[in-house]
């Protein structure tokens, strides 16, 4: 029944040409129908504070000729980690059922400037469950910032049972206000596309017309069903936004540089009855275990879709002529070009080339390209597109009393270290106990200086937590750990003290969210 339902859906919107006419003025934007889905004490929905518009590479400040000073105290290193985090505790009991989430930590440090992470967190208001994710841009910012403010909303829709979508429907119809459909989780600096609002609330509303039109639509999709179709629809309508007339030159410029830019995303939907996790690219997902003795396990709830994936680079290949084996991914990229092989947006690895030249061309003359990160370039062998998708790879896990949180990064995460030592840093953060293993016959033969190694690295790992945010502390352990294991205040001196157009070429983006789970629920009868 899905597969009819989605499928349906997804070659309609392939086939609009689709005029917005705002219902609001875009510059009031938050005079919208939809203010009603701002809960009190919460900067969210489609718009949020005085920031907004499109970022220039003016934007940057170079410094290679500045002295570098990276002599910083404890106190400026903590307030470099500490400016982005976030943390929240989620209420047991919500009014309708109980939470799956006992609270979440997040955190992010830039690299690039401005930085091409992004996050969102909320909690479903009309269905059931939590939504989490990170998302990681590239080509800019602009994809990943438009991906992680409409994301959530087509999921939570696509899961609303249709006597909710209709009375969605009516409100709209009659200018009343709209039931708010998620609660949202904002960090004072998360910001939203304020003169894109008008467009994304029309076409998440074309979303659910159509499902109002099918009949198969009753009770509303499952979370597995409802991600996946979430992922290819909102990339149809970023697609079709930068083909389409629009109403301002500053909203199709911004259509245009999200659809050129690319990102990846991990989104988890968290409830009674398990986790389920979406991927695509490269962000991950990771399950924190805790063992009978204590110890701490990783269980991977994503996988990497990059060259390092056999089962990802042979269904690549597997779409295109055999001709083209040994070009598609060429120096563990795609194309040559691009490291994670799917993503939203990036329609140069989908449109033919005609209509890349179409749209470009199409543009006011007086349009500064390079100032939208946009390049007249075709990647090489581009012979049979497209080369790139969003669809998902979905896991589920239902959820067992041993199992106590769940890690969402982005790469730059990953890059520092593996899923292991994040999933024991933060179940030691939890417990407060460091468990270390009995010296094995094997060390009590070692020398004098090897023991002394031995001796730095135990001492290490029980040294005590400097952050009650996990998230810090795993961004942290990320780019301060040390030979030993050890925590070098002068390694995390020098990473964070690197100026802009050096810092890129040292780590990435950074994004961690530490989700604690409420592991009673397994053990509940009912569950």
């Given at each position: 029944m899905y597969g009819r339902v989605c499928s349906r859906i997804l070659q309609r919107a392939s086939s609009y040409r689709l005029t917005v006419h705002p219902t609001v003025p875009v510059q009031a934007a938050h005079n919208c129908p939809f203010s009603s889905w701002r809960p009190s004490g919460l900067d969210q929905r489609f718009h949020a504070g005085e920031e907004s518009g499109i970022w220039t590479r003016s934007c940057c400040r170079f410094s290679t000729h500045q002295d570098l000073?990276?002599?910083?105290?404890?106190?400026?290193?903590?307030?470099?980690?500490?400016?982005?985090?976030?943390?929240?505790?989620?209420?047991?009991?919500?009014?309708?059922?109980?939470?799956?989430?006992?609270?979440?930590?997040?955190?992010?440090?830039?690299?690039?400037?401005?930085?091409?992470?992004?996050?969102?967190?909320?909690?479903?208001?009309?269905?059931?469950?939590?939504?989490?994710?990170?998302?990681?841009?590239?080509?800019?910012?602009?994809?990943?910032?438009?991906?992680?403010?409409?994301?959530?909303?087509?999921?939570?829709?696509?899961?609303?049972?249709?006597?909710?979508?209709?009375?969605?429907?009516?409100?709209?119809?009659?200018?009343?206000?709209?039931?708010?459909?998620?609660?949202?989780?904002?960090?004072?600096?998360?910001?939203?596309?304020?003169?894109?609002?008008?467009?994304?609330?029309?076409?998440?509303?074309?979303?659910?017309?159509?499902?109002?039109?099918?009949?198969?639509?009753?009770?509303?999709?499952?979370?597995?069903?409802?991600?996946?179709?979430?992922?290819?629809?909102?990339?149809?309508?970023?697609?079709?936004?930068?083909?389409?007339?629009?109403?301002?030159?500053?909203?199709?410029?911004t259509a245009i540089q999200v659809a050129f830019a690319g990102c990846t995303a991990c989104v988890a939907h968290i409830g009674t009855d398990g986790i389920h996790v979406a991927n695509a690219g490269d962000c991950r997902a990771v399950l924190g275990v805790q063992n009978d003795d204590g110890s701490w396990s990783a269980v991977p709830l994503s996988k990497d879709h990059n060259s390092q994936n056999h089962a990802e680079l042979e269904r690549i290949r597997a779409q295109h002529p055999p001709s083209e084996r040994d070009t598609v991914v060429a120096d563990d990229r795609l194309l040559g070009v691009l490291m994670p092989l799917r993503a939203f947006g990036d329609v140069r690895f989908k449109w033919s080339l005609e209509l890349q030249q179409s749209i470009l061309a199409g543009l006011e003359s007086g349009v500064d390209l390079d100032s939208l990160n946009l390049y007249q370039y075709t990647p090489p062998n581009y012979l049979t597109p497209p080369y790139l998708e969003v669809t998902p790879e979905i896991t589920y896990h239902k959820l067992r009393p041993q199992d106590r949180f769940l890690i969402l990064g982005t790469d730059g995460l990953w890059d520092e270290f593996a899923s292991e030592e994040a999933v024991r840093l933060v179940g030691e953060h939890l417990s407060g106990i460091h468990l270390q293993a009995p010296v094995s016959p094997l060390e009590r033969k070692l020398k004098l200086g090897q023991m002394h190694e031995l001796l730095l690295k135990r001492r290490a790992r029980a040294s005590p937590a400097l952050d009650t945010n996990a998230a810090t502390h795993l961004i942290r352990h990320a780019l301060g750990t040390g030979e030993y294991g050890e925590l070098s205040q002068e390694r995390l001196a020098s990473m964070l003290a690197l100026p802009e157009d050096l810092a890129r070429m040292y780590r990435d983006d950074i994004t961690a969210t530490v989700v604690y789970l409420n592991y009673d629920l397994a053990k509940l009868p009912h569950s």
């Open positions: 000073d990276f002599q910083q105290s404890q106190v400026q290193i903590n307030s470099l980690l500490r400016t982005n985090e976030q943390t929240v505790n989620v209420p047991e009991f919500d009014g309708r059922a109980l939470s799956a989430v006992r609270k979440f930590d997040s955190n992010q440090l830039p690299a690039n400037t401005p930085n091409e992470d992004r996050r969102s967190a909320a909690t479903c208001l009309q269905s059931k469950g939590m939504l989490f994710g990170v998302f990681d841009g590239h080509g800019g910012w602009a994809c990943a910032q438009a991906v992680s403010e409409r994301l959530l909303y087509y999921v939570a829709v696509a899961m609303m049972p249709k006597q909710t979508l209709e009375e969605l429907e009516k409100c709209m119809e009659h200018g009343r206000p709209v039931p708010p459909i998620l609660q949202w989780y904002k960090h004072h600096a998360d910001f939203n596309y304020r003169e894109s609002a008008s467009l994304y609330i029309n076409h998440l509303r074309v979303f659910w017309q159509e499902l109002l039109d099918n009949e198969d639509h009753d009770e509303g999709m499952s979370p597995q069903d409802a991600l996946d179709c979430a992922f290819r629809r909102l990339d149809a309508d970023i697609s079709l936004e930068a083909q389409v007339p629009l109403s301002s030159d500053l909203m199709k410029s």
